[in-house]
């Protein structure tokens, strides 16, 4: 069965530590993976995504993932927070190519990301 | 460009009232989604549209309804809304590979 799973609901870091949310996925192929960011009565924002190529990537506000096929994990990471980065996180994938009819993208459940001061 | 929108922002229903979320998209991508989020539930699929005229069921469908008569526009329908209908709910929609999502429908089921 096709999943996604985040494994940390909450996580909280101090402001200026380094930062590590967890994805591993469940899929047939190597799907397309993604992360969105969610801030509080927002909705969701693309962070970052990974289709081919290298597998380290670059996202916007400074996060970066790493795709790792023997893991099945595409885990996201910032060196630095800033207090700005408190939101929900969200991992997903989703199928290569164009869609199929039963085909659809899998989210996990989000990680709520606590800064402390 | 305005990407996904969504009407209304914020709607209040009693028990039983009928009404449609709007989703419109500009990007011309064949796929639309409707989603809900709930506290601790993450999203969840109520109902897709691969492309224009064809609907499918998601994850949560009971309770609503869906129309897909043009491209750009993908509605979902609560025809007797109940308060466990309360939620956020988001549209998406899809191109190539990348999923793109509208601000959100905040509903309330009093």
């Known amino acids: 069965a096709q999943s996604v799973t985040q494994p940390d609901i909450h996580i909280t870091v101090s402001e200026g530590a380094s930062l590590e949310l967890r994805c591993n996925y469940s899929?047939?192929?190597?799907?397309?993976l993604f992360w969105y960011v969610q801030s509080p009565g927002q909705g969701l924002q693309l962070l970052l995504k990974?289709?081919?190529?290298?597998?380290l990537v670059q996202g916007i506000k400074g996060f970066e993932a790493e795709f790792k096929r023997s893991q099945s994990s595409f885990n996201l990471r910032k060196p630095s927070v800033h207090w700005s980065d408190a939101a929900e996180y969200f991992c997903?994938?989703?199928?290569?190519?164009?869609?199929?009819?039963?085909?659809?993208?899998?989210f996990g459940k989000g990680t709520r990301l606590h800064i402390l001061p | 460009n305005a990407g996904v929108t969504q009407t209304p922002k914020f709607q209040v229903l009693k028990t039983g009232q009928s009404m449609t979320l709007q989703c419109a998209q500009d990007?011309?991508?064949?796929?639309m989604y409707w989603y809900r989020q709930d506290p601790g539930m993450g999203l969840r699929l109520i109902y897709y549209s691969a492309s224009e005229g064809t609907t499918d069921k998601g994850e949560v469908p009971d309770g609503y309804n869906v129309s897909r008569l043009k491209k750009q526009n993908f509605l979902l329908g609560l025809e007797s809304a109940a308060p466990s209908q309360t939620s956020v709910y988001f549209c998406a929609s899809r191109g190539f590979e990348t999923q793109y999502f509208g601000p959100g429908t905040r509903l309330l089921v009093l």
């Open positions: 990007m011309n991508h064949n796929s």
């Open positions: 899929y047939g192929a190597t799907p397309y």
């Open positions: 997903a994938v989703g199928p290569r190519g164009l869609m199929n009819r039963d085909d659809k993208i899998i």
């Open positions: 990974y289709f081919s190529g290298d597998t």
